[in-house]
Nanobody, 129 residues
Framework: QVQLVESGGGLVQAGGSLRLSCAAS????????MGWFRQAPGKEREFVAG????????SYGNSVKDRFTISRDNAKNTVYLQMNSLKPEDTAVYYC??????????????????????WGQGTQVTVSS
């Protein structure tokens, strides 16, 4: 069983930056693909970013490419989402997600199309104009 706890959300002005963290409990964290999703009021949940177990492969949603960066520190059981050049449309609750270990050949873009196995409780990000 994996438990995920997000932190780092808050209020920021447009153009600013935030870094979200997701701390994972449980063993074998380094084997789990990890990702971030977000959901704004009245909208469907949206894929933001994903990272393979090794950290060597990442994937991003089109709306955040070139602005957000996902990374992980397996020694700390933590995954991060660095968000730069924030826009009001980035306002949402951001959720950390994890998938059970996948075959080594499976790329992260494929993994993130599947329903995640574990979810955090979410952290609010609000970007003011």
């Amino acid at each position: 069983q994996v438990q995920l706890v997000e932190s780092g959300g808050g209020l920021v002005q447009a153009g600013g930056s935030l870094r979200l963290s997701c701390a994972a409990s449980g063993s074998a964290f380094s084997n789990y693909p990890m990702g971030w999703f977000r959901q704004a009021p009245g909208k469907e949940r949206e894929f933001v970013a994903g990272i393979k177990w090794s950290g060597g492969s990442t994937s991003y949603g089109n709306s955040v490419k070139d602005r957000f960066t996902i990374s992980r520190d397996n020694a700390k059981n933590t995954v991060y989402l660095q968000m730069n050049s924030l826009k009001p449309e980035d306002t949402a609750v951001y959720y950390c997600a994890a998938w059970k270990p996948t075959p080594r050949w499976e790329n992260i873009a494929r993994t993130t199309t599947k329903m995640a196995d574990y979810w955090g409780q979410g952290t609010q990000v609000t970007v003011s104009s």
